[in-house]
C-alpha cells in the first residue's frame, strides 16, 4: 500500500511546477483575486488536491472536508458560482471558522467560481477560483479558457507517465470524437460545454455503452461518414448498442423519430 502511494504521488510530482505556473497565471487575469486551484477525482476515487496557489492551499481541504462549491461541483458537473463563500445555505458546514492557519487573506474571502471538466471518461478535474468580491461572468470565462490546457495537461500526464503510446494515441482518438460530439450537441441545443458532456455522459450510463462509442456514433450518425480522428490512432468502432443510443440521443434532441 505504501509503495502504491508513492508511485501515484511521483506520477504527478513533475506537474507541480507547470499547474502553479496556471493558477497563478489566472490569478493575473482575474481583479481580487485571492487563491485558485486544481481537484481530481478518478472513478470511484475520492476527490483530491492536485495543485493550489494563493489561499486555496488551506481552503480547499476545507471544502473537501465540509462541502463547498469544488465538491458540489465535482457532483452535478455543473459550474457552481457563489458571491458569499461562507454562509451559502448549499453548504452549511462551511464557515470562515473552519479555516486554520490561512492568515489575513482570509479574512477577505467572499465570491468563488468551481468549473468541471474532464481529461478522459472517468477523469474529471474541478478548477476553482476564490476572490475578494462577488464574480462576474468574466471569472466563468477565465476558467473555462484555462480549463482547455489543463485536459490537454492531464491527458499528456496521464499517458505520458504509463509509457504507453497506443494508449496516448487512443485517448487522444476518443477526446477528439468526444469534442466533435459536444460541439453538435451544443450547437443544437445552444447549451454549454459542461451542459453538452454531461448530456454524453448521462446518455452512455442510460443505454450502457462507453462514452468515446456513443460520440463516434452520434457524430457518424449526423455527418454520414468516419468520425476524424488523429493520424496513427486506432480506430474507434461503435457497436449496434452505441449506434442505437445515438439515434434515441438525436432523435430526444430533434423530435424526429429514429
Known amino acids: 500500500m505504501t509503495e502504491t502511494l508513492m508511485n501515484a504521488a511521483d506520477r504527478w510530482r513533475p506537474l507541480a511546477e507547470l499547474l502553479q505556473e496556471l493558477l497563478e497565471r489566472i490569478g493575473g487575469e482575474l481583479p481580487g483575486w485571492l487563491g485558485a486551484g486544481l481537484t481530481v477525482s478518478h472513478g470511484e476515487r475520492p476527490l483530491r488536491v492536485l495543485a493550489t496557489a494563493g489561499v486555496a492551499e488551506h481552503l480547499l481541504p476545507v471544502q473537501l472536508a465540509h462541502g463547498g462549491p469544488v465538491v458540489v461541483a465535482d457532483a452535478t458537473g455543473e459550474p457552481v458560482t457563489t458571491d458569499c463563500l461562507f454562509g451559502d445555505s448549499r453548504w452549511p458546514a462551511l464557515t470562515r471558522e473552519t479555516l486554520f492557519d490561512a492568515g489575513p487573506a482570509a479574512a477577505a474571502i467572499r465570491?468563488?467560481?468551481?468549473?468541471?471538466?474532464?481529461?478522459?471518461e472517468d477523469g474529471v478535474f474541478v478548477l476553482s477560483v476564490t476572490l475578494d468580491r462577488a464574480p462576474g461572468p468574466e471569472t466563468l470565462a477565465v476558467?473555462?479558457?484555462?480549463?482547455?490546457?489543463?485536459?490537454t495537461t492531464l491527458v499528456v500526464a496521464e499517458t505520458a507517465t504509463a509509457g504507453d503510446p497506443d494508449q496516448m494515441l487512443d485517448l487522444l482518438a476518443s477526446r477528439a470524437a468526444i469534442e466533435q460530439a459536444k460541439g453538435a450537441i451544443m450547437a443544437l441545443r445552444?447549451?454549454?460545454?459542461?451542459e453538452a458532456w454531461q448530456t454524453l455522459r448521462r446518455a452512455s450510463q442510460e443505454f450502457n455503452v462507453k462514452v468515446r462509442e456513443l460520440a463516434v456514433a452520434l457524430v457518424e450518425h449526423l455527418g454520414g461518414h468516419p468520425a476524424d480522428r488523429p493520424e496513427g490512432s486506432r480506430e474507434i468502432r461503435p457497436g449496434a448498442p452505441a449506434r442505437h443510443a445515438a439515434e434515441r440521443l438525436w432523435s430526444a434532441f430533434t423530435g424526429v423519430s429514429p
Open 190 to 194: 445552444r447549451c454549454s460545454p459542461e
Open 143 to 151: 476558467l473555462r479558457r484555462y480549463a482547455k490546457l489543463t485536459e
Open 111 to 120: 465570491g468563488a467560481v468551481a468549473l468541471p471538466g474532464f481529461w478522459d
